[in-house]
């Protein structure tokens, strides 16, 4: 489904309703949780372009997660506050003990300096593309080691998950 609203165009994948039926159909609060927060986050940020006098040209709601791309020509500064409002927002919810976990987590994944993540494209407006991609890829291949060798299935799933986000983000 896409819609236009006051010329952002939201897509609504229907992969988006299979993770809710998931959810809802083996009982994995956890995970609408998380659907939850993942939404605050992003509000931050287009809250964080409202602000800025701006808005998203494009919001896209899949099983990767959701994903905001503007068109806005911001200062280095600014773009800086548009990537980590997210990631403020959660730290807000964690600071007021609300989902911790939760929030923990989308802060920590949030923040790594893994293209196409906050904590990466942060990175990438202070360093060259080639280096960021490095680094990103040095990131994921480490984070798969690790969760392999401390079998942390849950940490594998997320490294898997980034993989795939950036591999569909470009589709935004």
Same mark, same amino acid.
């Not at 791309?69 to 609300?98: C, D, M, P, R, Y």
């Not at 593309?129 to 299935?153: P, Q, Y």
């Given at each position: 489904?896409?819609?236009?609203? /006051? @010329?952002?165009?939201?897509?609504? *994948?229907?992969?988006?309703?299979?993770?809710?039926?998931?959810?809802?159909?083996?009982?994995?609060?956890?995970? +609408?949780?998380?659907?939850?927060?993942?939404?605050?986050?992003?509000?931050?940020?287009?809250?964080?372009? /409202?602000?800025?006098?701006?808005?998203?040209?494009?919001?896209?709601?899949?099983? /990767?997660?959701?994903?905001?791309?503007?068109?806005?020509?911001?200062? =280095?500064?600014?773009?800086?506050?548009?990537?980590? %409002? @997210?990631?403020?927002?959660? =730290?807000?919810?964690?600071?007021?003990?609300?989902?911790? *976990? =939760?929030?923990?987590? +989308?802060?920590?994944?949030?923040?790594?300096?893994?293209?196409?993540? *906050?904590?990466?494209?942060? +990175?990438?407006?202070?360093?060259?593309?080639?280096?960021?991609?490095?680094? %990103?890829?040095?990131?994921?291949?480490?984070?798969?080691?690790? %969760?392999?060798? %401390?079998?942390?299935?849950?940490?594998?799933?997320?490294?898997?998950?980034?993989?795939?986000?950036? /591999?569909?983000?470009?589709? +935004?």
């Amino acid at each position: 489904m896409v819609f236009n609203i /006051y @010329g952002c165009k939201l897509k609504i *994948d229907f992969s988006f309703f299979l993770i809710i039926a998931f959810s809802v159909l083996f009982n994995a609060k956890s995970l +609408l949780k998380l659907l939850i927060f993942a939404s605050f986050h992003e509000l931050g940020h287009i809250v964080s372009l /409202y602000l800025m006098k701006s808005r998203p040209s494009n919001i896209n709601i899949s099983f /990767y997660g959701i994903g905001l791309k503007h068109n806005a020509k911001l200062s =280095t500064l600014n773009e800086l506050i548009f990537l980590l %409002s @997210g990631i403020a927002v959660n =730290t807000v919810f964690f600071l007021l003990n609300i989902e911790q *976990d =939760t929030n923990y987590r +989308l802060i920590a994944v949030n923040a790594l300096p893994v293209l196409p993540l *906050d904590g990466g494209r942060a +990175l990438s407006l202070f360093v060259p593309e080639g280096i960021m991609k490095m680094i %990103s890829a040095v990131c994921l291949v480490l984070l798969a080691l690790f %969760s392999l060798i %401390s079998l942390n299935l849950s940490l594998l799933i997320i490294v898997v998950y980034i993989f795939v986000y950036s /591999y569909f983000e470009e589709e +935004l």
